[in-house]
């Protein structure tokens, strides 16, 4: 399957740490992309890597794409409480007509 | 900024009810999608359309899900029979590309209570 597995399952940090979650999957992919998601809504879009990039920047946050180890990681720097939440990789293939498919998600806390 | 939308934001309904959720999709997406997320746990593929067919679905869409685009704006999905398994949040998406280039755009989710 090409679903991402991300871990921990949960981190819990202070504000002002930095937080980060790794996500692993098994087939090749083309994209892989992280979410956010807010306790009971929907996900929100936050970065997309692609399979011949290693490294992705966007504000605060920072995507690494090790594609010889099928894995990525997401780093948020200097978080705030305000970045609570569930954080999800999805991954899209070929041969799964490109549709995303999501890990189970690693829960965030970020105590003031 | 365009949003995906959809309705309602709760249903509860008894097992055995027939149930649809509704989304309206970004105007000029072309792809649509719908996932569901049991409480607590992953977000799971379950179809995904384009051109008024299916292109693809998962196993757990079998023959009691059912999705239509009835007109040009609205994109629904039906369960058939509602079982207790099928509580979950379920959230429609959409892109303008086949390809996730530039990630699907979500809606907030229906949660969908059986009893």
């Known amino acids: 399957s090409q679903q991402g597995e991300e871990d921990p399952q949960a981190l819990s940090i202070q504000e002002g740490e930095n937080a980060t979650m790794n996500c692993s999957y098994k087939?090749?992919?083309?994209?892989l992309q992280w979410y956010r998601q807010n306790s009971g809504r929907g996900l929100v879009h936050l970065i997309l890597?692609?399979?011949?990039?290693r490294e992705k920047h966007s504000g605060r946050l920072r995507v690494t794409l090790d594609t010889s180890k099928k894995s990525s990681s997401l780093l948020i720097t200097a978080s705030r409480a305000a970045d609570t939440a569930s954080y999800f990789c999805?991954?899209?293939?070929?041969?799964?007509?490109?549709?995303?498919?999501f890990g189970a998600g690693t829960r965030l806390t970020v105590k003031p | 900024e365009p949003e995906v939308t959809q309705t309602p934001s709760h249903q509860v309904t008894q097992m055995g009810q027939e149930v649809i959720l509704r989304c309206v999709p970004i105007?000029?997406?072309?792809?649509f999608y719908w996932y569901r997320q049991i409480l607590g746990q992953k977000v799971e593929f379950l179809v995904s359309?384009?051109?008024?067919?299916?292109?693809?679905k998962s196993e757990i869409f079998d023959d009691q899900f059912s999705v239509e685009r009835p007109d040009g704006s609205n994109f629904t999905l039906k369960i058939r029979s509602t079982k207790l398994e099928d509580s979950a949040m379920y959230f429609c998406?959409?892109?303008?590309?086949?390809?996730?280039?530039?990630?699907?755009?979500f809606g907030s989710g229906t949660r969908l209570t059986v009893v």
């Open positions: 890597i692609r399979s011949n990039e």
């Open positions: 998406a959409s892109s303008e590309w086949a390809v996730a280039n530039y990630g699907y755009t």
């Open positions: 999805a991954t899209d293939a070929w041969d799964n007509n490109n549709d995303m498919r």
């Open positions: 087939t090749s992919i083309n994209n």
């Open positions: 105007s000029n997406h072309l792809y």
């Open positions: 359309f384009y051109n008024n067919e299916i292109s693809e």
